[in-house]
């Protein structure tokens, strides 16, 4: 069962993404959420998820330095980026980092059902 962290400083919205998916039905288990970038580095380590959900902006650390630390310490993490903001500059900068996948808020649960199961088959394939 592939594992999945949720990353948002809106407790809302960590526990909206959490509701959208049919977790059993995709193989998969959302095995922790967090408030902040730097509790979730915290986290990583205990938890070792295949996927991490996050927010750009949060306050303290981004959600972008998020990204550059943990793929930093395991490139192979698969991260999806859940922002309010369509900027260019962010997702550019995500792209850098290796994100392949940027969704805008509100969260549409189709979009990330199917952006999951082509992380869940890209993993499959390691």
């Known amino acids: 069962m592939w594992k999945v962290m949720i990353v948002d400083d809106e407790k809302l919205i960590c526990r ?7 977790w059993d039905e995709l193989g998969m288990e959302s ?16 938890v070792r ?6 927010d750009i902006r949060m306050p303290g650390c981004s ?6 630390r943990v793929k930093e310490l395991d490139s192979a993490l698969e991260v999806i980026i859940i922002s309010g903001y369509a ?7 995500a792209i850098s980092y290796g994100v392949g996948h940027y969704l805008l808020k509100p969260v549409n649960k189709g979009e990330l059902t199917a952006t999951l199961q082509k992380l869940q088959k890209k993993i499959g394939e390691r």
């Open 49 to 54: 998820p295949d996927i991490l959900i996050t």
């Open 16 to 22: 909206l993404v959490k509701a959208l998916v049919k």
């Open 31 to 46: 095995v922790a959420t967090a408030d902040n970038a730097l509790e979730a580095l915290e986290l990583l380590e205990e």
């Open 87 to 93: 900027h260019f500059e962010y997702a550019q900068q």
């Open 63 to 68: 959600g972008l330095e998020l990204v550059k």
